[in-house]
């Protein structure tokens, strides 16, 4: 693992328990309509029918292509409720990645490893880009998209001080560290659903950092 980040910056505001935090389901989208319906657009666009997906980090919802099967779709998460109500599931785990980074699969097993809104608040994330890169296989992708949002608490002070380019650089150069080739970076704004999207209103802006492992 290399290093990218000073300890200062791997801090949070509430430092007490992750697992505490989560302890409570959360059966609510975190991001809105607009977002959702880009991501599973880009996952219509970057993960083929029949490949192995890694959801790390999930919840009740993975924001697959309802259309689209996979071969497996394999969740992990901090909360065994939420993850036991997501139906693209086909096997899950728990386990705080800010406590322990391994993930326990075999090394090159995984087409598509997937983050939704969630690479802010790991506190290690160059031993979990470094686990990632372990499990894709060679030609698979890594995908980590966020928006603006998040529990500021419980985010790490590099993502909480930062600016939304700021966390799109951050997550490339984690990546680029442990081993990933220079990335792919999506940002664009969405529009809302409906009425308001008509006349010009905003949905959640959209960014996305895509890694393809090399062959």
Same mark, same amino acid.
């Given at each position: 693992?290399?290093q990218v980040?000073?300890?200062?910056q791997?801090?949070?505001?509430?430092?007490?328990?992750?697992?505490? /935090?989560?302890?409570?389901?959360r059966f609510?989208h975190?991001?809105? @309509?607009?977002?959702r319906?880009?991501?599973?657009? *880009?996952?219509?666009?970057r993960?083929?029918?029949?490949?192995?997906v890694?959801?790390?980090? =999930?919840?009740w919802?993975?924001?697959?292509?309802?259309?689209? @099967?996979?071969?497996?779709?394999?969740?992990? $998460? #901090?909360?065994?409720?939420? #993850?036991? @109500?997501n139906?693209r599931l086909?096997?899950r &785990?728990?386990?705080? #990645?800010?406590l322990?980074q391994?993930?326990? #699969?075999?090394?090159? =097993?995984?087409?598509?490893? *997937?983050?939704?809104?969630?690479?802010?608040?790991?506190?290690v994330?160059?031993?979990?880009?470094?686990e990632?890169?372990? %499990?894709t296989r060679? $030609? $698979?992708? *890594?995908?980590? @998209? /966020?928006?603006?949002r998040?529990?500021f608490?419980?985010a790490p002070?590099? &993502?909480?001080?930062?600016?939304?380019r700021?966390h799109?650089?951050? %997550?490339?150069e984690?990546?680029?560290?442990? $081993?990933?080739?220079t990335?792919?970076?999506?940002?664009?704004?969405?529009r809302?659903?409906g *009425?308001?999207?008509?006349i010009?209103?905003k949905?959640?802006?959209?960014?996305?950092?895509i890694?393809?492992?090399?062959?």
């Amino acid at each position: 693992m290399v290093q990218v980040l000073t300890e200062a910056q791997r801090r949070k505001w509430d430092s007490s328990d992750d697992a505490m /935090f989560y302890a409570e389901p959360r059966f609510v989208h975190h991001l809105d @309509a607009a977002f959702r319906q880009r991501l599973t657009q *880009l996952y219509r666009e970057r993960i083929p029918a029949g490949a192995v997906v890694l959801d790390l980090m =999930s919840s009740w919802v993975s924001h697959l292509p309802d259309d689209v @099967a996979y071969a497996r779709v394999i969740g992990h $998460g #901090l909360n065994a409720r939420e #993850l036991d @109500a997501n139906p693209r599931l086909d096997r899950r &785990w728990v386990q705080n #990645l800010n406590l322990d980074q391994h993930l326990p #699969l075999e090394s090159s =097993s995984v087409d598509a490893a *997937l983050i939704v809104a969630g690479w802010q608040y790991l506190q290690v994330p160059e031993a979990v880009a470094a686990e990632l890169l372990r %499990v894709t296989r060679p $030609g $698979g992708q *890594l995908i980590v @998209a /966020f928006s603006n949002r998040m529990f500021f608490t419980k985010a790490p002070q590099i &993502w909480a001080d930062g600016s939304d380019r700021d966390h799109l650089a951050y %997550v490339a150069e984690v990546l680029i560290a442990q $081993g990933w080739p220079t990335p792919t970076l999506i940002a664009e704004s969405t529009r809302a659903p409906g *009425l308001p999207g008509l006349i010009g209103a905003k949905g959640d802006p959209f960014f996305a950092v895509i890694a393809t492992r090399p062959c």
